[in-house]
């Protein structure tokens, strides 16, 4: 019993400083240090806090490369969520900036 519990103690620690990184990165005002923070989210599978991320960053920086980088990335995770009507949006504002 003690162990169960011991270890539900570590693991509830370990998801709540993955938070606090997060937490810490979406207050951030550094902008370029949201958008690498959100490449290595995306790479690692973590797709919802880089879309939370991706998506204030594609308002802040458009018409620069990174934005466009942003808009891709949500497309590749609207399409792989087979929100097909949503993708075309972002496809569609990709293409306006």
Request: proline fraction near 0%; include cysteine.
């Amino acid at each position: 019993m003690k162990k169960n519990l011991f270890i539900l103690v570590c693991a509830l620690a370990l998801m709540s400083s993955c938070a606090t990184e997060f937490n810490r990165v979406y207050k951030s005002g550094d902008y370029d240090y949201k958008y690498e923070f959100a490449k290595q989210c995306f790479a690692e599978g973590k797709f919802t806090q880089a879309i939370s991320l991706l998506q204030e960053l594609v308002t802040i920086q458009k018409g620069t490369d990174n934005a466009q980088e942003c808009l891709y990335m949500l497309v590749l995770f609207v399409l792989s969520q087979r929100i097909v009507c949503r993708a075309g949006f972002f496809l569609y504002r990709s293409v306006a900036i």
